[in-house]
């Protein structure tokens, strides 16, 4: 079995990088940083969010797994104290699989010529650094309303106990598969109106954001931002592509939202 370890950079996760590989090479594992079969990811979520990143393209192949050297992560949730027994368990594969959904982004230019295609782990914003943006809200092919505000937020499940819990949204279970649309600071009076809740769609109801006024674009990918003029339409659905995590103990996600946000009982 191939593998890769990413490491956030500071002292202690990359000591643990060393080790853990180390360990897992004694185990006649390879490490193959081009086509791994686990690509563990040392950090935090923003670490973890990286390595996504960099193996999307092999989602199929490749299993994640995080281990947190910071709080607890939602998706870096194994501890470094964990890690013999871990590496025990990697080497035994096979390893029990879980799937969450992702979202899908498309944007398309008003040429026609540029169509751009994006998988976010946690969501994607759209935002401006001129006053504020509007867009025609499309669900199902169908217009839904008109916002004007600050920005939109669609996030996955498994990303709505991320920037959408800041703003107001549920916290979806990841074996839902859908996405979250919510508000930042919407505009609300006799002239514009929206719906003001956080939507949530399932898979197949894809909403599309048409500018109505044309800006220069931030869009956010989970920790990544792109800079677009010439917007015509930004696409949102579940994505047909799942991230996999290799689940060596139960954690749920449940507890991981108490320990994260509430309290820490172990
Ligand atoms: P960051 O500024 O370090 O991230 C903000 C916080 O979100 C960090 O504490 C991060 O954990 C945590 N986080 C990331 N994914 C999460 C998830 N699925 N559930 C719960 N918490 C999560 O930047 P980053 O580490 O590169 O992460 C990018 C993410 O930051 C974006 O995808 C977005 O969700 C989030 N963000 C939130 C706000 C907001 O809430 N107002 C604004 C901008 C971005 P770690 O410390 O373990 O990395
Ligand atoms: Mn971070």
């Known amino acids: 079995m191939n593998f890769k370890i990413v490491s956030k950079g500071d002292d202690r996760s990359n000591q643990i990088k060393l080790k853990m590989k180390q360990h897992l090479i004694d185990f006649n594992l390879n490490y193959n940083k ?75 230019s008003k040429t026609g010529s540029q169509v751009d295609s994006f998988l976010a782990l946690n969501e994607a914003t759209i935002k401006t650094t001129e006053g504020s943006v509007v867009f025609d809200v499309d669900i199902k092919g169908e217009r839904f309303e008109t916002f004007r505000g600050d920005g939109l937020c669609i996030s996955t499940p498994s990303g709505s106990t991320a920037y959408n819990k800041s703003l107001g949204g549920g916290i979806i279970h990841p074996s839902l598969e859908a996405i979250q649309l919510t508000e930042m600071a919407s505009i609300n009076n006799r002239v514009f109106r929206t719906i003001g809740s956080p939507l949530i769609l399932p898979k197949h109801h894809t909403c599309l954001l048409k500018p109505l006024v044309d800006r220069s674009f931030l869009i956010t990918i989970d920790h990544i931002t792109h800079n677009y003029t010439n917007v015509k339409s930004i696409q949102c659905r579940v994505a047909k592509e799942k991230i996999r995590f290799a689940r060596f103990r139960p954690f749920p996600f449940w507890n991981r939202v108490r320990d994260s946000f509430i309290q820490d009982k172990r």
């Open 34 to 108: 081009e086509e791994p079969d686990l690509v563990i990811s040392v950090g935090g979520d923003g670490t973890f969010l990286e390595a996504f990143h960099r193996y999307q393209n092999r989602l199929n192949q490749t299993a994640f797994i995080g281990i947190h050297t910071g709080h607890l992560g939602f998706y870096a949730d194994y501890v470094p104290e964990e890690l013999e027994k871990l590496v025990i368990e990697i080497a035994k594969t096979p390893y029990q699989i879980v799937e969450y959904p992702l979202l899908e982004v498309i944007i398309r």
